[in-house]
């Protein structure tokens, strides 16, 4: 089981940047892959991205491809999420999540989540 811990939201601009970080205090943190997913207020929970538990294999949401990139450092026990050339409709909570089922993209299939962390962009 992992006990994951989102931080790194905030305001910013459209066109600017955040990172946002997961981590988790557990030991068996490699075994997982770790997923984004955010949710605006009115709408369905989206998924942004997910890296596989060794970091070899990434997956992206189409609204941020090219611009958002995930990674890992399992020394650290620690996945981030690079936001580049934010624009406002990237305004949500995001939220990471755990899972032993590689490559979904659903979030049913994500037992562990964190609490979350608001990323608002502003026009």
């Known amino acids: 089981q992992v006990q994951l811990v989102e931080s790194g939201g905030g305001l910013v601009q459209a066109g600017g940047s955040l990172r946002l970080s997961c981590a988790d205090s557990?030991?068996?943190?490699?075994?997982?892959?770790i997923a984004w997913f955010r949710q605006a207020p009115g709408k369905e929970r989206e998924f942004v991205a997910a890296?596989?538990?060794?970091?070899?294999?990434?997956y992206y949401g189409d609204s941020v491809k090219g611009r958002f990139t995930v990674s890992r450092d399992n020394a650290q026990n620690t996945v981030y999420l690079q936001m580049n050339s934010l624009k406002p409709e990237d305004t949500a909570v995001y939220h990471c999540a755990a899972s032993s089922v590689e490559g979904s993209r659903n979030y049913r299939w994500y037992s562990s989540w964190g609490q979350g962390t608001q990323v608002t962009v502003s026009s």
């Open positions: 890296i596989k538990g060794d970091g070899g294999r990434t």
């Open positions: 557990g030991r068996t943190f490699s075994s997982y892959v």
